[in-house]
C-alpha cells in the first residue's frame, strides 16, 4: 500500500531563512512518481515538481530544490531565502505505476508561515 | 494551457438541498478526472475516480448515492451532493489528467467551498 508522511505539521521561519520540508513515502512498486504542490491560503493547488522513480538527480528551481534519496525513500523540499508569498501549506504526493495509473495519495501537508 | 474550470467557487444552502459541482477541462481532454474533499487543516481526501463514459470508481467509504458523479464528455465531470447536510460542508476540489498522459501532474480546479446550514 502507498503512504506519504509529512512528518512537520507547521513549520514558522523568518524572512530570508532556508527551511527544507521533509516527505517520506511507502510504496512496493518499483515504477513510481513523487510529487510537490503548494496550497496558498486561497485555496488553490498549484503543481511544483514531478519525480519518476527512476530519476534521483537533484533538481533546482529558483529558490526551490528538491532531495530524492531513494535509499531512505525519501523527497525532500528546501526553499531558500523564504519570502512571506512562500506562506502555505505545502503536500508531497505519490502516484504508484501499478494501479492503473491515476490514483495520487496526498501526505498530511506542511502549514508553512514565514514572518517578515 | 491545461486549465480546469470549477464552478461554483463558493455556495451555502440549506440542510436537504442537493448541490452540483462543475469541473471543466478548458484546453485539454480528460479521460479521467478526480474528486477530492479537503476538511479545513486537513490533506486532499480522494473521493472519487471520474472515468468519461463509465462509473466512477469510489474510495472506501464513499458513498455513491450521496455523491453522484456523472463524466459524460470529456472535459466535464460533475459531482452531486444529494440531500446535502452540515456535515458535507468542506472544500471539495476537482483535478483532471490530460488523455493519455498517466503520471503527469493533475491539473486542480480552485475548488469549492460548500457550507450546509
Known amino acids: 500500500a502507498q503512504k506519504v508522511t509529512q512528518a512537520q505539521t507547521e513549520i514558522s521561519v523568518v524572512e530570508k531563512e532556508d527551511v527544507t520540508l521533509d516527505c517520506v513515502y511507502e510504496t512496493r512498486d518499483t515504477t513510481y512518481y513523487l510529487f510537490w504542490y503548494k496550497q496558498p491560503p486561497s485555496g488553490e493547488l498549484v503543481f511544483l515538481i514531478r519525480?519518476?522513480?527512476?530519476?534521483?538527480q537533484n533538481e533546482i528551481s529558483g529558490r526551490y530544490s528538491w532531495n530524492f534519496q531513494k535509499s531512505t525513500s525519501s523527497f525532500n523540499f528546501t526553499i531558500t531565502a523564504s519570502q512571506v508569498v512562500d506562506s502555505a501549506v505545502y503536500f508531497c504526493a505519490l502516484s504508484e505505476a501499478n494501479t492503473g495509473g491515476f490514483k495520487t495519495i496526498f501526505g498530511a501537508g506542511t502549514r508553512l508561515f514565514v514572518k517578515a | 494551457g491545461a486549465v480546469v474550470s470549477q464552478h461554483p467557487s463558493w455556495v451555502i444552502c440549506k440542510s436537504g438541498t442537493s448541490v452540483k459541482i462543475e469541473c471543466r477541462s478548458l484546453?485539454?481532454?480528460?479521460?479521467?478526472m478526480f474528486w477530492y474533499r479537503q476538511f479545513p487543516k486537513q490533506s486532499l481526501m480522494l473521493m472519487a475516480t471520474s472515468n468519461e463514459g463509465s462509473k466512477a470508481t469510489y474510495e472506501q467509504g464513499v458513498e455513491k448515492d450521496k455523491f453522484l458523479i456523472n463524466h459524460a464528455s470529456l472535459t466535464l465531470s460533475t459531482l452531486t451532493v444529494t440531500s446535502a447536510h452540515p456535515e458535507d460542508s468542506s472544500f471539495y476540489i476537482c483535478?483532471?489528467?490530460?488523455?493519455?498522459?498517466?503520471?503527469?501532474?493533475?491539473?486542480f480546479g480552485d475548488g469549492t467551498r460548500l457550507s450546509i446550514l
Open positions: 483535478s483532471a489528467q490530460r488523455s493519455g498522459s498517466r503520471h503527469q501532474p493533475q491539473h
Open positions: 484546453d485539454f481532454q480528460a479521460t479521467t
Open positions: 519525480r519518476n522513480s527512476f530519476d534521483e
